[in-house]
């Protein structure tokens, strides 16, 4: 059986009196995760789709400006 660093759950949230300065960083680390990796992860399909719908536009105007010509 793994030995743990503490002897118990509470001694594990006060983190050695430490605590004030380590779950602070936690939620702040979660609060930017959540804001900035999850979003694009989560909006994949939007995205790709935004890609497709300009693609399609910049073909569309090159086929245009070409029989302008």
Known sequence: ??????DSFAAFL???DYAI?????????ALFFVTTVLPPILGRRKIIRQLKARLERMESNMAEQ????
């Not at 059986?1 to 503490?6: A, L, S, T």
């Not at 070409?66 to 010509?69: D, F, H, S, V």
């Open 1 to 6: 059986m793994p030995e743990f660093q503490f």
């Open 14 to 16: 006060a983190m050695g």
């Open 66 to 69: 070409g029989e302008g010509n």
């Open 21 to 29: 300065y380590v779950w602070p960083v936690y939620i702040l680390f």
